[in-house]
């Protein structure tokens, strides 16, 4: 059975090699869903390791549930199972160094040594006859920074453009200053009042 709340999973299952496969993959999916991938390894080794426990140690039965909640900046995961008996941590030079991700049925795990070894704290709740939980809590990372919309077109002052030189000619740009000298000046010419008066009438429709 898989219960849903927001950033909450229960999963009960039968602590067996076959299962725990299973279970590594479901909180690795959980946990990448909720944008903590950089928890995933710590989590997954973790769970590895109270399931493996459990397995190994409870009795009568294997039944159990998985757990994982995020609460604020803490992610908690805890197996509970129904065994009275309480757990003790076994003291290990370094529980990580012998670590092998690629056995995802394994089921000699390290147990608690390893689990406090990787989580940030852990413990055991007991729950008299009706067994008991382990937990351990992981620090999760701060959420990633909203991304800004960015506008789809940006207004820039026509005195900010830098325009290209276009020239009708090479090496006169439109925009250069006419060079006086480089005309003449024009100087009307006004015909003399007696050529004026002396000019031929040249009939309409003739010419010459």
């Keep these: 059975m898989i219960s849903e709340p927001s950033r909450y999973y229960a999963v009960e299952l039968q602590a067996l090699p076959s299962r725990i496969g299973q279970i590594r993959r479901i909180v690795s999916a959980h946990l990448r869903h909720w944008q903590l991938d950089a928890l995933v390894d710590?989590?997954?080794?973790?769970?590895?390791?109270?399931?493996?426990?459990?397995?190994?140690?409870?009795?009568?039965?294997?039944?159990?549930?998985v757990e994982i909640e995020l609460l604020l900046d803490r992610l908690t995961v805890s197996v509970r199972d129904h065994d009275p008996r309480i757990p003790e941590a076994v003291a290990c030079q370094d529980p990580l160094d012998v670590y092998d991700a690629g056995e995802e049925l394994a089921t000699s795990g390290r147990g608690l040594?390893?689990?406090?070894?990787?989580?940030?704290?852990?413990?055991?709740?007991?729950?008299?006859?009706?067994?008991?939980?382990?937990?351990?809590?992981?620090?999760?990372?701060?959420?990633?920074?909203?991304?800004?919309?960015?506008?789809?077109?940006?207004?820039?002052?026509?005195?900010?453009?830098?325009?290209?030189?276009?020239?009708?000619?090479?090496?006169?740009?439109?925009?250069?200053?006419?060079?006086?000298?480089?005309?003449?000046?024009?100087?009307?010419?006004?015909?003399p009042a007696t050529a004026l008066a002396t000019a031929r009438r040249v009939p309409a429709g003739r010419a010459g």
């Excluded at 940006?154 to 740009?173: I, R």
């Design 42 to 65: 710590h989590a997954v080794l973790g769970v590895t390791e109270l399931l493996t426990n459990v397995h190994r140690h409870a009795r009568p039965e294997k039944r159990c549930t």
């Design 113 to 191: 040594a390893i689990v406090g070894a990787l989580s940030e704290s852990w413990g055991v709740r007991p729950c008299g006859a009706d067994g008991k939980v382990v937990w351990f809590t992981l620090a999760a990372p701060p959420p990633s920074a909203p991304v800004e919309p960015r506008a789809d077109a940006v207004c820039v002052p026509v005195t900010d453009l830098s325009l290209p030189a276009y020239a009708p000619f090479p090496g006169v740009p439109l925009s250069a200053p006419a060079d006086p000298a480089a005309a003449p000046a024009l100087t009307p010419v006004l015909a």
